[in-house]
Structures are given as C-alpha cells and as structure tokens.
C-alpha cells in the first residue's frame, strides 16, 4: 500500500480530527478525562465516599456516578466546580 492513497499519512493527528469534524468531541471527551481523574485523586485521598461527595454537592449519587463518567460530556460546568469543592478544589479554564 502506498503512502500516496492515504491522505492523511504525514498529517498532524488534530488536522485529521479536524478535517473528519472530530475534533472538538475529542477535545472534550479529554478534557472531561483529567478532571475526572483528579476529581478521583483527591477524593480517594480524602477518603471520601461517592455517597458523601453526593451529600456535599447536594445531589444523588447518580449525578455523582455521571460526574465521574469520563465519558460523559454533557456534565454542566457548575456541577463539575461543584464536585471540585466537594473535594476541597477549585475548577480553573483558560483558553490557549
């Protein structure tokens, strides 16, 4: 198989998501990733339970199990900041 029949070989891994229109979804799946994991940290550092991180954050520990599903994108900012200071810290962005 030649090079030339894949217009992709040679491209950057983000241009080709980009050109398949994949990129923000992979972004996001991502991003969601490592707040999770370091939601996980600190939680299983503090010893905390899924169940008191629900009571901290007011909610079920369904929406705890969806917060902590690094899968699920569609988690609001509001609640993953409040997860963040159920577990003592805080939720920062920044656009690069």
């Known amino acids: 198989m030649s090079h030339k029949s894949n217009k992709h070989i040679g491209s950057d891994f983000d241009q080709f998501l980009a050109e398949e ?16 994991y370091k939601l996980e940290q600190a939680r299983k550092a503090k ?36 997860a963040a200071e159920a577990v003592g810290k805080k939720l920062r962005f920044s656009l690069a």
């Open 21 to 36: 229109g994949l990129l923000a979804d992979a972004a996001a799946v991502a991003t969601k990733r490592v707040i999770v």
């Open 47 to 82: 010893h905390i339970s899924k169940t008191l991180l629900a009571n901290r954050m007011h909610t079920t520990r369904a929406q705890v199990d969806r917060v902590l599903d690094p899968n699920n994108t569609a988690v609001t900012l509001k609640t993953l900041g409040k």
